[in-house]
Every structure is written in structure tokens, then in C-alpha cells.
């Protein structure tokens, strides 16, 4: 019978270890649905760009820059020059020229009346990178972060205002402190289709080593997942993005500071919770350096083990999702 395999997953890290999983589970009868963070997408120029989905579908279609680990690899930037030379914003968002005809054909097909969905599965038969990759939401919803006024120069009560997301983290590479998070357009998101089926339907759903604020966290906000991942009898396993105190690449400690959650290995497994106790968690990976955290996590109703986490190659990375697999155990039907 097919295995059913739900992955959540962000950008950088859920493509890598998408990456692992597909290596694990080649050749056998695996069909693996990946559900990806949309909260990250932003109007560029004109242009729709999804960062997620597209690391992902750079990722596992082999276009992927490996030096920069996002974007495509052998990659130009004349068009951002140029765009600079003109003097349009913005001139922060590092938008390469390969990487446009990707968000040409998204945004014409958007412009004509396709769906995101329709949009991805279409630039997916292009890269065909083994799984199904399904955007969260087909409705625009995009995560922003309360700062105080950075043009508010001294002032002593800055005004608080809401950038985008993208403009915090890499104008700001999240330097200003955040006081909270605000994914507008979240209330009115419907899953997009097959999203609630995949959860329903999987014999083992796995939150991706992502970041669990703004990739996971976002994908957590469209109404109806939640519920779908409480009422799925497939067991929940996550891994755990924060090694030793620390993000493994990038700034979710500036995200989880955010909104009071410590940065390590079972703060996030508190934060993500037990599903016995109302949450999203049956099982958590943590790094072995992390292993005397695994105690603690089993009190929360949690199974947990220490198993290496660094996503150094694909096949250590099939390594980690086998061991996701084999700590989550079979589905209870
Ligand atoms: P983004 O959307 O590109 O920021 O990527 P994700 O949200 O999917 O993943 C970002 C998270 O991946 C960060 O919080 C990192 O700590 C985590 N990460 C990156 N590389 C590794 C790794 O090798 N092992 C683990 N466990 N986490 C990693
Ligand atoms: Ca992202």
C-alpha cells in the first residue's frame, strides 16, 4: 500500500530536509506531500515571488544556488541593477535574473486567473522535484512585524508600525527588535485544496526543522489547519530547528524572542505542544548535544530522542527522517 508522507515546511530549511526524505524514500512506494509557507511571499517589482515554495522547488529540481542557499544557481542580478540605477524600492530584496522568469510565468498566470496551486503545479512540471508541493493558502496572507518607527529617529515613544516581513529580515536582517507578529489576510486564508486531505489522509505527518515562528507557526494560522492536525490520525513528528541554544542557519531566536519563546530544542517543543494536551506534537527530535532536554520534553507528553540533526548531506539528512519516522511510529487507525 502507499506510504502517505505530510511535510510542513518553510524555505531553506524544510527544502533541505524535503531533500532527505525524498533520499530515504526513493524507490519505494512513497507519495510525499509537501505543504509550503506562503506567509513569506511579497509583490516585487510587479512580480509575485513565493521564497518559499521556490527554495523548495529549486531545492529538489537541482536549480538551487548551493553557495547562497537560496535563488538559482549561476545566477545574475542586471535587472536588480539596473532596477537600482532607476532608483525604484526596493533595492534591498535580492532578485536575480533567472530567478525572474520564474515569478514572470507565476505572476502572468496569476494575472490571468490561475490559482497559486495551479501556478506551483505548473512551474513544478519544470522542476519535478518528486513530491507534490502545495502552497498553504491560495489566498494572499503575508506575515509583517511590529517595530518601532525606524524612521522615527529619536523620538521617545517611536510610533509602532508593521513592515513586511521580508523588508525586517533582509533590509533589517531582524535587527529591530520585533514586538509581535501580524500575517495580514490570515482570517479570511482558506487551506488551499488538497492541504486538509494530505494532513487527513497521511500515515505520518512532519514539521520540517523550519523556522517555527514565521515558516511553520505561519503555516499553523490558516484557519483549519490546526483543527486538521488535532482530528488526523497519523502521528505528528517535528525536528527540531535550534541546536544547542542556537538556530542551526539564520535568525529565528530574533523570531522566537519575539513572541516569549526560549530558543532551544523544548522551548519549541512547548510552544509547538502535545497533542494530548491540545497541541500539534506526538513525537520531537531533538540534536544529540540537546539530550539531556529529552526528559523534560517526555514530561510535556511528548516522545523525544536525541538523534544528530545537522542537515550536513542528503543522506544524513535521510538519516534524521528516518529517525522521524521510526520516533513517530505507525498510524493508529
Ligand atoms: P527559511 O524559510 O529559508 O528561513 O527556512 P525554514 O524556515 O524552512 O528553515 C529555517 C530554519 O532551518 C532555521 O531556524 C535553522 O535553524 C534551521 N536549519 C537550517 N539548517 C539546519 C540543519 O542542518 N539542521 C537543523 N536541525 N535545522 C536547520
Ligand atoms: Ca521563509
Redesign the pocket.
Known amino acids: 500500500m502507499t506510504q502517505r508522507i505530510t511535510i510542513l ?9 524535503c531533500l532527505g526524505v525524498r533520499h530515504l524514500l526513493m524507490g519505494s512506494d512513497t507519495e510525499i506531500t509537501v505543504v509550503g ?1 506562503t506567509g ?1 511571499d511579497i509583490w516585487v517589482h510587479g512580480l509575485r515571488v513565493c ?2 515554495l521556490d ?1 523548495i522547488m529549486y531545492t529538489l529540481g537541482g536549480g538551487i544556488s548551493s553557495e547562497r ?2 535563488g538559482r544557481e549561476a545566477e545574475t542580478f542586471h535587472a536588480k541593477e539596473e532596477l537600482a540605477a532607476y532608483g525604484v524600492e526596493p533595492t534591498w530584496f535580492g532578485l536575480g535574473d533567472r530567478d525572474i522568469a520564474t515569478h514572470l510565468v507565476r505572476t502572468t498566470s496569476l494575472n490571468a486567473g490561475y490559482s497559486l496551486s495551479d501556478v506551483t503545479e505548473a512551474l513544478c512540471h519544470r522542476w519535478q522535484p518528486g513530491v507534490r508541493l502545495i502552497p498553504m493558502s491560495d489566498d494572499r496572507a503575508e506575515t509583517h512585524v511590529i517595530v518601532d518607527d525606524p524612521d522615527a529617529g529619536d523620538a521617545e515613544q517611536p510610533l509602532r508600525v508593521a513592515i513586511h516581513f521580508q523588508e525586517w ?1 533582509i533590509r533589517h536582517r531582524a535587527s529591530l527588535p520585533a514586538h509581535g507578529f501580524s500575517i495580514v489576510g490570515i482570517e479570511d486564508a482558506r487551506p488551499a485544496p488538497g492541504v486538509i486531505d494530505a494532513i487527513a489522509g497521511a500515515d505520518t505527518v512532519i514539521l ?5 515562528v ?3 507557526g505561519t503555516i499553523l494560522a490558516v484557519p483549519g489547519i490546526r483543527d486538521a492536525l488535532h482530528a488526523t490520525t497519523a502521528p505528528i513528528v517535528g ?5 544547542g541554544g ?7 531566536d530574533a523570531c522566537l524572542a519575539a513572541i516569549g519563546v526560549p530558543t532551544t530544542a523544548a522551548g519549541v517543543a512547548e510552544h509547538y505542544g502535545a497533542r494530548s494536551a491540545g497541541g500539534i506534537l506526538d513525537a520531537w527530535l531533538v ?1 544529540t548535544v540537546d539530550a539531556s532536554a529529552t526528559a523534560e520534553i517526555e514530561g510535556l507528553g511528548i516522545a523525544c530522542a536525541a538523534v544528530p ?4 548531506s542528503p543522506d544524513a ?1 535521510a538519516r ?1 527522517a528516518a529517525e522521524a519516522l521510526r520516533l513517530a511510529g505507525p498510524r493508529v487507525r
Open positions: 515546511a518553510g524555505g531553506m530549511g524544510g527544502a533541505r530536509f509557507n513569506d521564497p518559499d527554495s542557499g537560496w529580515w520540517s526543522p523550519s523556522n517555527p514565521v515558516s511553520i525536528l527540531s530547528p535550534i541546536i542556537a538556530p542551526v542557519r539564520g535568525m529565528a540534536d540533526l545537522l542537515m550536513t539528512t534524521m
